[in-house]
């Protein structure tokens, strides 16, 4: 399969999830407050470098690819994911994703998708502020999940994303590792091939 058509079931995932989540939050009413990033902040986060292939991608085509993979390159292991965007430099935990269009699957199923508990019960997987924050809209959502409201899986959601590139899809790793992988397999892919699409290549 072409490194193309693996972009386009990729992003036709996405915009299937992106539908289902947005159905998730008009039934429950639960949302992210704005300009809150406070979860993008966290060192510890993983995800697969197949999720972040279109934001490879994106770049390759605006001539960025090699100038991130240098900065990439720089940073610590576990530091912050590097598309995260603080608005200060005071308080991190405010702020946006600087490629929202192209973020993770990691990144859209985390605080309205659910993983199955040790006795199969759906449990949402959301974060401390929406709890608190939002905590009847959270009991009355937890409830309507009880009572079969669907809701995204994350199993499922990376059982479908592994169908498209088993190899890739299953490279768990930190997420500027993902990043970084994502960025090489664009670069390598088109070492020896021609520039997508007959484009010229964006300077």
């Known amino acids: 399969m072409s490194l193309e058509s693996k972009i386009k079931l990729i992003e036709g995932l996405f915009e299937q999830l992106d539908l289902e989540i947005s159905k998730f939050q008009n039934q429950t009413k639960l949302h992210c407050l704005t300009g809150c990033g406070n979860c993008c902040t966290s060192p510890s986060i993983e995800a697969s470098p197949l999720e972040f292939l279109p934001w490879a991608f994106h770049l390759f085509l605006m001539g960025k690819a090699e100038d991130t993979l240098k900065e990439?390159?720089?940073?610590?292991?576990?530091?912050?994911?590097?598309?995260?965007s603080p608005l200060n430099l005071i308080d991190s935990t405010m702020g946006n994703c600087s490629d929202y269009k192209y973020r993770g699957l990691i990144c859209r199923l985390f605080g309205y998708?659910?993983?199955?508990?040790?006795?199969?019960?759906?449990?949402?997987?959301?974060?401390?502020?929406?709890?608190?924050?939002?905590?009847?809209?959270?009991?009355?959502?937890?409830?309507?999940?009880?009572?079969?409201?669907?809701?995204?899986?994350?199993?499922?959601?990376?059982?479908?994303?592994?169908?498209?590139?088993?190899?890739?899809?299953?490279?768990?790793?930190?997420?500027?590792?993902?990043?970084?992988?994502?960025?090489?397999?664009?670069?390598?892919?088109?070492?020896?091939?021609?520039?997508?699409?007959?484009?010229?290549?964006?300077?």
């Open 72 to 84: 990439l390159n720089t940073k610590e292991k576990h530091s912050i994911c590097h598309i995260y």
């Open 113 to 203: 998708a659910a993983t199955r508990d040790k006795y199969g019960q759906h449990r949402l997987v959301t974060c401390k502020i929406i709890k608190e924050n939002q905590a009847n809209l959270y009991q009355d959502t937890i409830e309507a999940i009880s009572k079969g409201l669907y809701v995204p899986m994350f199993t499922d959601y990376y059982m479908q994303l592994n169908q498209i590139d088993f190899n890739m899809g299953n490279q768990i790793v930190p997420i500027n590792r993902a990043l970084k992988l994502a960025l090489e397999e664009v670069l390598q892919y088109y070492a020896y091939r021609p520039f997508p699409g007959g484009l010229e290549h964006i300077a």
